[in-house]
């Protein structure tokens, strides 16, 4: 089974057994909500190494634990050749103002061996903001991230969109 396949077997599993005897708080509003995100990553500028921008693509899953605090899980891939293939965060999301939410977890980062350099794994920490949009059940999240892993930035950018339940 691939790490993208087990990703997506967990978060369904997840959201299955918490939204089972789930309550909603309010008659429009859902629990829980699975969401795929399409964006960019961009790796800021270190010594020894230029600035890059690549692809991001992910898969997430969020609980509502009150009307201002949501959990979650989330597996991104980036398309860039550097340093940064996979990542697995579990963020908590602080509501600030009608659906916009800052966000903060911790989380590590995987790199694939290549021609110069061993297959690694780094702390990681998120800090970011996403602004949530319930159109009935499906949810549109406009997000911007910044990821911190062995001393380099990342900066994350994109939207989700997924479904509410």
């Known amino acids: 089974m691939s790490a993208r396949s087990l990703t997506l077997a967990v978060a369904i599993a997840i959201a299955t057994a918490t939204g089972a005897g789930a309550q909603q708080h309010e ?15 961009t790796h800021l500028a270190t010594p020894g190494h230029e600035r890059e921008d690549g692809f991001a693509i992910g898969i997430e899953y969020h609980r509502t634990l009150a009307e201002w605090l949501k959990a979650g899980l989330l597996a991104e891939w980036a398309s860039s050749d550097r ?18 939410f800052l966000v903060a977890g911790p989380g590590i980062e995987s790199t694939p061996a290549d021609d110069h350099h061993e297959a690694k794994t780094h702390l990681l920490g998120r800090l970011g903001a996403v602004y949530d949009i319930e159109l009935g059940r499906l ?6 991230n910044a990821d911190v892993s062995d001393g380099v930035w990342t900066l994350v950018y994109g939207a989700t969109v997924g479904w509410a339940f």
């Open 83 to 100: 340093a940064r293939n996979f990542v697995l965060i579990a963020p908590f999301s602080g509501r600030v103002v009608g659906g916009l």
């Open 27 to 41: 008659s429009h509003h859902h629990a829980n909500a699975i969401a795929l995100f399409l964006g960019g990553a």
């Open 139 to 144: 949810v549109i999240g406009p997000q911007f």
